[in-house]
């Protein structure tokens, strides 16, 4: 029996699916799209099947096919996911295999978070590279492709934050300072010789945590150099759905509406969090129209057999569907002091014991890197770091907006691939280079970076 390929465009979007979303969105309250939101996922994949199966099942030409999308699909939109693995066992050096050993570090394995080492069997002097994951309703595996990307010249280590509804009540709390602590242990155990690569919402703590040991030993900086990708350290510089539903609700909102108590069935029961859930409902509904698209993707690929691409969306659903709880203090610390009073980029920003976070501090070389099309922190928030850290010479500040990025593909994907991971990899051995470090020639291409422009049009901050 022969299988006809259906292309992904061939259908029309189910209206009622489009209207029924939108009341859904625009009606419930972000707790209630957390809870609801295998619910959404269902409805979506009923809706899929009946547009796919109803609206033009003379391009089904193999029953079984359908059939199997029904059942995957149906399985994918209602399943419970776990903590997914790396899965990083080995990568490609100049052509042979190298076997990779994922490790936690000794003395760093905490009650809210681990440091990882990918541990090479190889002999090669390679850059230590620490990567500083978000904390923003996701596990540090949706950085995979980025953890992928640098093995083979890079000697990778990355934050592994817990789920927050898994850590016992009796470990205490975790705020936005306490990342801020975290980090500052991770670079200690790596050492200074390490370079940072900070990812979205880990920018405001890394360079809280970067800039306050540059400051209690002005002699020595705690890193060779600082990378951020995305990240919010002024949400004002540029509007997104995210900066704009921060303006519109007060704090009190966020807490009455978001967050819950871990019940008593899951280790953690008692703490407040903010869920996974909740974190995922609100993805969902800042762009509802390309997930059921890319539902709708899925479904044709499966009924018409072309597995392949079928896979390759599935692969990334069951990434991001896999969520994370917060604390209730960390989210609420970071929607106060990052996105309604903006502490870090008005230069006003303390650690809880009252120390000021002063940029100014910072020698060490910067990279920032942004997506042209990236929806979540646009292009323009990260940048800010350019005129905090003012004690980094102009010719150490280096500047990469890739113009067809969207958030994801800062760091994950072909232009993450291509395009951006080769500019990090030069701006670390440069800034090694110039400090008398000298290592193993790269096993991947390398492409400088543009030098910041201090003459850049910048929002003035307030």
Known sequence: MTTELLTADSQPYNHNLCENIEHFKNTASAVDLGISAVAAWQMWGLSLM???GCGAPELIKDTRNFITATTTISEQLSRTYKKPEFGLNETMI??????????????REKAFGS?????????????KVYIVAPTSGHFSTLLRDTVRQLLPSH????????????????EGDFGLDDYVGHVQEDMRAIGPDCH???????????????????????DQQPALSLTLMAGP????????????????HNIDWFQRNLIGKVAAKYPGAGRLIYPGASQLGAFIAMNTPKHVDSFKKLFLYRASGNQVEADKIAAFYTEYQSVSGMTAKFYMDTIRKVFKERQLARGIMRRDNGNL????????????IEGGKDDICAEGQTTVAHQLCSGIATEDKSHFVHPEAGHYSVFSGQKWTDEIAPRFADHIRQAA?????????AACKTIKSDCWDPKRKQRAHS
């Open 115 to 127: 440091l990882l080492h990918f541990k090479r069997d190889t002999d090669r002097n390679d850059p």
């Open 94 to 107: 100049d052509g042979m295999e190298v076997a990779v050993a994922i490790e936690k570090v000794e003395g």
């Open 50 to 52: 009946e547009s796919a």
């Open 196 to 218: 940072v690569l900070s990812i979205c919402q880990s920018t405001v703590p890394v360079l809280a945590a970067v800039a306050d040991m540059a400051k209690n030993n002005p």
């Open 357 to 368: 976070i002063e940029p100014s501090y910072i020698t060490m070389p910067l990279l920032t």
């Open 233 to 248: 350290l002024d949400t004002a510089a540029a509007e997104t759905a995210v900066t704009k539903f921060a303006d519109e």
């Open 433 to 441: 280079e110039a400090k008398g470090v000298v290592y193993t020639p």
């Open 155 to 170: 000697d990778v280590y990355i934050t592994d934050f817990n789920d927050a509804s898994t850590i016992p009540i009796e």
